[in-house]
């Protein structure tokens, strides 16, 4: 056990990481064995993981100043709601379908510490229902028609796009605003078709799709991480005028 433990650090700082020295592969003080087209020893990193991981960087810099209130009043929503009987219906396409399911795993299982399960449903997993409803109404309802069919008042949606054009989310959007559901998302740079159609939306300063996509598994991280906090501390926010009472239970 180590006698001097590291200090939590607050989830919405951001901090850079070095590579050890220590870690074959890695830095000036590499030991490993160069393979074949590997970096000479002490070499810095070639231009184009430099240029990766600086835009990377950047973006984090901004989600951090930029939407770690949002994140936070976030968490406080999920945390009245989720706990009350509500549900989070999530959902994206491709890279992003990945990170909205990573989002949903993280709530009903756990994230770091052990807490009751919540319910959360990544509707482009729903793989039969995907199938079905692309192939009778067209791909541009697959994720709306689910909405509808699940979404209660209460729930929240939340969307995540990299470039907010994604048609069949749009539709998802207008029918979560429809419903009277909270509607969220995820994009890329503002504006975009999508944090125009949700309620609100943090959108990550980026140009290329995957310092976006990277940036989005941070939020999520960072959102998992505050909605724990308010959580243990039951210190959820009180909801609006006509919000649902803790005994609330889902109808069929």
Known sequence: MNPYPSPSPSPYTCHTSYASSARPGFGSGHTGTEGPGSAPRGSPPRPGLWAHCSSLHSALERMCRD????????????????PAGGRLLAAGNGGSAAQAQHLTAELVGRYRRERPPFSAIAL??????????????????VFARQVAAHGRPGDVVLLLSTSGRSDNL??????????GLQVWALTGRAPNPLAQ??????????????????????????LCEAFDEVVDRGSAPAGPAGALPAAYGRTP
């Open 67 to 82: 939407g770690a209130d949002l994140l936070e009043r976030w968490a406080g929503e999920l945390a009245r709601a989720l």
């Open 197 to 222: 159609a949700a309620d609100e939306a943090l959108c990550i300063d980026a140009e290329a799709t995957a310092t976006v996509q990277e940036a989005h598994l941070v939020a999520v991280h960072l």
């Open 170 to 179: 749009l539709s998802a959007a207008t029918t979560g605003r429809d419903l």
């Open 124 to 141: 482009h997993a729903e793989t039969s229902s995907i199938t079905a409803i692309g192939n009778d109404y067209g791909y541009d309802h």
